[in-house]
């Protein structure tokens, strides 16, 4: 382990909210990424794939560096969580479309964990100046 690389760990393990918040975030599309490739996608995975190679990199390279993986991150996330919330009210007051698999994305349980998820990037964004200083 490199001198960078436990010095940012070593400020991970000093804040474990911030930590759990971007563990979880990141297993989630992890997650999100092997079922969408078990169903034949593989566009997910190579994302979640490419975005924790960019942490890794980022992580041997310097603490302020990895803290800049994350502002990206947490702008994706808040990115998806809106255009996912954006598109749960299209969908509600325009013209309802009936296929399960997008009420289920786009309705109240999709729209609460977009809301969270929105939470979640906006916690990384505005605290990893703290966590990183």
């Known amino acids: 382990m490199s001198a960078n690389s436990k010095q940012v760990f070593d400020k991970l393990k000093t804040h474990r909210l911030y930590s759990l918040i971007l563990t ?12 969408y490739a078990l169903l034949g996608s593989f566009v997910p995975l190579l994302f979640v794939l490419v975005v924790s190679v960019m942490f890794i990199y980022k992580l041997n390279k310097s603490p302020k560096a990895f ?3 994350i502002m990206v991150w947490s702008v994706i996330l808040i990115l998806w969580a809106g255009v996912r919330l954006l598109l749960s009210v299209v969908n509600q007051f325009v013209k ?14 999709g729209s609460l964990l977009s809301v969270v998820f929105l ?15």
Not at 97 to 107: N, R, S, T
Not at 119 to 133: A, E, P
């Open 96 to 109: 309802p479309i009936p296929e399960g698999h997008v009420h289920a994305q786009l309705g109240l349980s």
């Open 67 to 69: 803290s800049r993986a």
């Open 24 to 35: 979880l975030t990141l297993i989630f599309f992890l997650h999100k990424g092997v079922m």
């Open 119 to 133: 939470g979640f990037g906006i916690f990384l964004w505005r605290n990893r100046g703290r966590v990183f200083s």
